[in-house]
């Protein structure tokens, strides 16, 4: 079936198998495999992408769910941006260490993206219940939490001259 | 997953349609139970039809007495609604520990309601607060809904459109939850209006249940104190690696004053 749909900005137009994940378009057909496969049960977030603006897990999405819709994945981010520059939540987990082995962090940076776009102060309690579904088994948790709180900071504070 | 193919009506008659003519076909809401089931093997449709293009299934809205939750509003539309929050804000509370913010942004009342895991957090809401389940062809009282494990007694092709809470006096929802999954390992939500109580419990037995001695109690009293000495039998309770029978029993009685003590104080 034909999906038109928004990925990372850009407009898409897509003949897919209905029973096709979004996890599995992004890795297989296009090649954006930034997004993770961790569990494949809707448990870790590894996967994690942006769905017209709320975080969701695609490997529990189906491909003909996104027709008409807004897809943003961790390769879309730093193009909000207008440049090859990291987006400022990642900026944050460089800088605070909020990453060890690296795999959970794209879903760990979108699900940061979506709680500090509606949440720009978010307290550290509302940090934690916002990760309830994404898993790390490296870093306990402490870095990226403090990733966040600086991420959330950054992303919306003013821009400054460019 | 196997092939199947993908249906997206605009409306709920045309749902009916297609459910009713294309053998095998499931209603898709927001797929946090039906997907892992069908990659799981568990169930092999045909053809799903996807009711998230239908914007009536959707709607929040206070109809003369009662709180009106379209069957497609996401745990997430509960959460942030200032009309649930005013009218009935334990539903707030009850949506905000569902899951994870992934699956609220997903999952749908309707679905929940349809599924009836018996660990699930809204049937308890649906019977405590005696709700009326509407779907496409009739109403059906809570107290009839919930059948069994995963029953309920919809008709094979018969659709969820909305739920009908009729707004209480105050109301109260807390559970014990899985640490992992964050379902309810108990569950209890108390609710009164004007002077009758109903106490119904989830993730304990098959499906959700009644406790008409505490309901008794508390409409003599309606204080955490009045339940603290009522022991639940462990008869016919759910043993699992979570908790056993006697445990459950056991958080009945501690979920249930907790959730009195949050109906006092409105949340
Ligand atoms: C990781 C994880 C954690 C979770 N934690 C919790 C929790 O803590 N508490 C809790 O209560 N739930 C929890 N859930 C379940 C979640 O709340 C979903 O609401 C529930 O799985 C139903 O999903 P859905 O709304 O997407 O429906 P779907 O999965 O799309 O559908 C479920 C079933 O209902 C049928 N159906 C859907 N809509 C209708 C309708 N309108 N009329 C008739 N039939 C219909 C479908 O055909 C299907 O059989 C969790 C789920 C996951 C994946
Ligand atoms: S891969 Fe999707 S939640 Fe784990
Ligand atoms: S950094 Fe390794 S899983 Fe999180």
Redo the contacts between chains.
Sequence with gaps: ?IINFTLNGRPRKMDV???T?VSELLRETLNLTGTHVGC????C?AC?VL?NG????SC???A??L?GAALTTIEGLSATSGSNRLHPMQEAFHENHGLQCGFCTPGMVM?AV??ATRNPVPTEAEIRH?L???LCRCTGYQNIVASIMAGAVAMNAPAIGE | MKSFAFHSPETVPDAFALLNDVSESKLLAGGMTLLPTIKQRLAEPAALIDLAKIPQLSEIAVDEDALVIGAMVRHVDVVTSALVRSKVPMLVHLASGIGDPAVRNRGTIGGSVANNDPSADYPAAVLALDAIIVTDRREIPASTFFTGLFETSLEPSEIITSIRFPIPSTAGYAKFKSPASRYAVVGVCVAKAGGSVRVAVTGSGPCVFRVPEMETALETSFEPAAIASIKIGAAGLNSDIHADAEYRAHLITVMAKKAVAAAIQGL
């Design positions: 079936m198998e209905p029973a994940l494949d049960t809707s448990q977030g994690t769905f709320d975080a969701v897990k529990t999405l189906l003909p769910s027709d699900t979506a709680l916002g309830e579904g994404n």
